[in-house]
Structure formats: C-alpha cells, structure tokens
C-alpha cells in the first residue's frame, strides 16, 4: 500500500476505538461494504442472503451524500477514503456498492488496496445482457454515473452489439430517501425522465443506482410489462462469493458479527435504512473518515 494512502492514514472513528484486525485476517475477517449513503444496504441485504456466514463491515457517508451530482476527481478522493477506513477496519474484500463510485473509481481502488475490490457495474451488465432478447437495453443512474459511461463500457464488454439508451434520473435519488417511492410525484418524475425510452424497443432495463430499486413498481409501470427491470445488487453479491471463494477467502462458520457505521447519523436515518436493509440494523455508530467529519 502507497505511503500517499490518506484515507487510510487518517481514517478515525469517534467516541470509540476501531475494534476489527488493523489488517486482513483471511476467511474469518469481514466483508468491507461502502456507499455514499445507506442505498449500499440493498448490496448488504444480498450479501446476507447468499453469504449468511460472513461478517460486514458497512460504511455510508452520509456526511458527504450525494455523491452522483459531484465530480468524478471529488469521488473519486471520497472513495479512497471509504475505502481506507473499510481498510483499516481489516476487511477482506471491499465491495463498492455506490454506481457512482463505482463507475469513476475503481480502476483507482484496484491499484491501491492490498485485499480485492469489487464495484457493483460488471456484475449489473452481466445481468442486463442476460435478460435482454432484443439485444437492446436501457441504462438509469446518476449524472456522474450516466456521464461516466462506465456502464456502457462493461455492457460492450460483455456482448459489443447490444444497443443501450442511457439517461440520468437524479431526482429518484431524493424521492427515494424521502420514502416518496411509488404515488404521484414519483410517477410524474418517472414519466418525464423515461418518456424517451418508451416505444425505444428496450426489453430491459439498469436501475444503475443504489436507490432506484425502491422505485421499481413506478418505473416498471411507465415502461410497461416488456422491460426487465435488473438490479445489480443480487449479481454483485454473487461475483463477492466468486472472488472469494477463488481466494480460499469465504467465512468457514462461526457467528457473523456486523458493524454499521455512518459519517452523520441525521434524523430518520433508521427507518430509512430499515427500508433499503429489509430489517432494522443493529447498533449504528457515526464514524469520521478522512475529510468528512467536522
Ligand atoms: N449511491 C449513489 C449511487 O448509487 C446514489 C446516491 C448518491 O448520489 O450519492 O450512484
């Protein structure tokens, strides 16, 4: 690890020592999960499913949320940093599960972490060219992760001539953290940023973003019966299984033990994450990253 490893460095928790392994401990140390917020906790929920025995480390920076209208250079910096505390907490793998995270800073993560990184854009073009017939599909997610083009690029990667319609829908962000997921509004924001892909010939459809889930039954109702919606979470779940079963890394037994922390724990951040988790978490401490405390 690079001696310029700020995030690292400086990565500190408040009010309480950081308690996990200083480094990677193999099978039995945790799975590193971040995201700019609590959206990642759809990622959480998959892992849990598929890998009940392994541990979780979660970090949302709430602090700093969002993080899709920012540039790439600014997440970029916010995702080495999360990544360093995720780091420091001795985590096995770090599993990026922010779109926008993903899709301007993981080459960069790749070449600074010691233990395997793995964001959440593969795993979601995997499962968009799987579900198309048409061989033609549409993409939805932030500003930055739309205007990254990272999407595309995985999408081609996996087959070159599947024809992709993508748009950004910043606003679902905001309408899905105040919980306004599925009644008018949401179907007035919905119709107006999917009008273009409607009658387009997509058969499927990228929710491309931590949040855009939630607002499946109002998206699956602008566009019809025809388009699959894909959420990467599942698929990013189970390439964190294939990394790390390939390393002799999976959790042998024991009882997991998870960690939440934050970096603001705002008002109604609970019944926010109960939302995006399926269940309540545990005990959430506010941690301090690099540059997002006070
Ligand atoms: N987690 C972000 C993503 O998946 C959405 C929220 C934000 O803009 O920070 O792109």
């Known amino acids: 690890m690079g001696a310029d490893w700020n995030g690292f460095e400086d990565s500190r928790v408040q009010g309480f020592e950081a308690d996990g392994p200083r480094h990677a401990e193999g099978p039995a140390a945790p799975i590193g999960v971040f995201d700019s917020g609590i959206g990642g906790l759809t990622v959480v929920r998959a892992l849990r499913r598929l890998l009940p025995r392994e541990s979780i480390v979660y970090l949302g920076d709430t602090a700093r949320l969002p993080y ?42 790749a070449r600074r972490l010691d233990v395997p990184v793995t964001g959440v854009i593969r795993p979601g073009a995997r499962a968009v060219v ?22 595309e690029r995985a999408i081609r990667a996996e087959r070159p001539n599947v024809e992709i319609l993508a748009r950004p829908c910043p606003l679902f962000v905001p309408l899905a953290e105040e919980g306004w997921t599925d009644d008018a509004v949401a179907e007035a924001v919905a119709r107006r940023y999917l009008e273009g892909l409607r009658g387009e010939g997509i058969d499927a459809l990228l929710l491309g973003c931590t949040h855009f889930p939630l607002l499946a039954p109002v998206i699956g109702r ?22 790390l079963e390939e390393r002799g890394l999976l959790s042998a037994g024991g009882q997991p033990r998870h960690r939440w ?28 990253v690099a540059g997002s405390g006070e």
Request: include cysteine.
């Open 130 to 151: 799987a579900a198309t017939r048409a061989n033609r599909v549409g993409v939805i997610g932030t500003r930055a992760t739309i205007g990254a083009a990272a999407y």
């Open 222 to 243: 602008v566009l019809g019966p025809g388009v699959a919606l894909v959420d990467s979470s599942e698929a990013t779940a189970a390439e964190a299984a294939r990394l």
């Open 261 to 288: 922390y934050l970096t603001d724990l705002h008002p109604g951040f609970e019944s926010v994450a109960a939302l995006f988790l399926g269940e309540q978490p545990g005990e959430v401490l506010r941690a301090s």
């Open 68 to 109: 899709g209208t920012k540039s790439a250079e600014t997440i970029s910096r916010y995702a080495v940093e999360d990544a360093g505390f995720l780091v420091a907490r001795g985590v096995k793998l770090v599993v990026v599960a922010c779109h926008s995270a993903s899709s301007v800073a993981l080459d960069e993560l």
